[in-house]
């Protein structure tokens, strides 16, 4: 089992940076990935960002170029950039802990969910 919690969201205008991170605990070992998922209230939770414990970054076509996403595997922590923010961008967004088997990435743990509003 995997504890996450997420810190850094808040209010920013459009065209601002927030970062946010993440600090997991527990079954550290199981982990493989890490993950940044958001959800606008009237739309579908989306993977943002991608960071596996070798590395590898991944990233949703929305963000590219805006958002990086890196970690401190010393302190079972990850981090997500946030420059050019956009009012789409608004959301609350979620940390993911995630394992990988046979190939596939499955879901360890979540965080609760830090609100993230952008104002125009």
């Known amino acids: 089992q995997v504890d996450l919690v997420e810190s850094g969201g808040g209010l920013v205008q459009a065209g601002g940076t927030l970062g946010l991170s993440c600090g997991a605990s527990?079954?550290?070992?199981?982990?493989?990935?890490m993950a940044w998922f958001r959800q606008a209230p009237d739309k579908q939770r989306e993977l943002v960002a991608r960071?596996?414990?070798?590395?590898?970054?991944e990233y949703s076509d929305s963000v590219k170029g805006r958002f990086t996403v890196s970690r401190d595997s010393a302190q079972n922590t990850v981090f997500l950039q946030m420059d050019s923010l956009k009012p789409e961008d608004t959301a609350v967004y979620f940390c993911?802990?995630?394992?990988?088997?046979?190939?596939?990435?499955?879901?360890?743990?979540w965080g609760p969910g830090t609100q993230v509003t952008v104002s125009s």
């Open positions: 993911n802990a995630q394992g990988l088997s046979g190939g596939h990435y499955y879901a360890l743990g």
């Open positions: 527990g079954r550290i070992d199981r982990i493989s990935a």
């Open positions: 960071i596996t414990t070798g590395g590898a970054t």
